[in-house]
């Protein structure tokens, strides 16, 4: 039994605007109304839950193809908007809650750095994620978004440092690692066409 999924130009244009406009203004809202720590790690790690949901949907539409895959892969984009705003929002909450110090941020031992090298990652994919970007990069737009492969491991890391254990960090790198090498195989098995 086959499913049929669909989105309407007007459906699509409003998750749009609900990703690039609505979202950013309700974290602000939120994070002036809700300051606390706990308000801004969360929006670290939905942020980081974005970013893995945005990379794992590729490999599993391979492994497993499915409308609703097929689908949800259209909207990548609109996905990696919506985790560059609750990662800004993370950062800032934590920067101005904590009152960090840049000395923090260059402590090699801590956590923070970590944070710090993702977020480089993190305004390269929005700064990109939006059709000017597109038109003046062409070819070399999809090479530049690739910077998410890099963000996806540190940001982890920084996010198992801050909580002093590294389960999450094996946990998504190990299943991303694992989903791009089925994903490379069976995509190199199609590319082989059968002997005449």
Same mark, same amino acid.
Do not use: C
């Given at each position: ?60 539409? #391979?492994? !497993?193809?499915?409308?609703?895959? =097929? ?6 984009? %609109?996905?990696?908007? &919506?985790? @560059? ?61 690739? #910077?998410? !492969?890099?963000?996806?491991?540190? =940001? ?6 801050? %909580?002093?254990?590294? &389960?999450? @960090? ?27």
């Amino acid at each position: 039994m086959s499913y049929m999924f669909t989105i309407s130009p007007t459906q699509r244009k409003a998750i749009q605007i609900l990703s690039y406009y609505v979202l950013p203004i309700l974290l602000a809202v939120s994070a002036v109304t809700w300051v606390t720590d706990s308000v801004f790690v969360l929006l670290g790690q939905a942020a980081l839950l974005a970013v893995t949901a945005n990379l794992f949907i590729k490999p599993v539409s #391979v492994i !497993y193809p499915h409308p609703l895959f =097929a689908l949800a892969l259209t909207f990548r984009r %609109e996905l990696g908007v &919506a985790s @560059f705003w609750m990662y800004l929002f993370h950062a800032m909450g934590m920067f101005l809650g904590r009152g960090l110090s840049l000395d923090m941020v260059y402590n090699p031992q801590g956590f923070i750095i970590w944070g710090a090298v993702a977020s480089m990652g993190m305004w390269i994919l929005g700064l990109t994620s939006n059709n000017l970007s597109q038109r003046l990069l062409k070819r070399n737009w999809k090479k530049v978004q690739m #910077v998410a !492969y890099a963000v996806l491991p540190i =940001a982890s890391f920084h996010a198992s440092k801050a %909580e002093g254990e590294y &389960a999450k @960090f094996i946990l998504i790198t190990g299943s991303f690692i694992i989903l791009k090498t089925i994903q490379y195989v069976i995509t190199q098995k199609r590319m082989v066409k059968p002997a005449a």
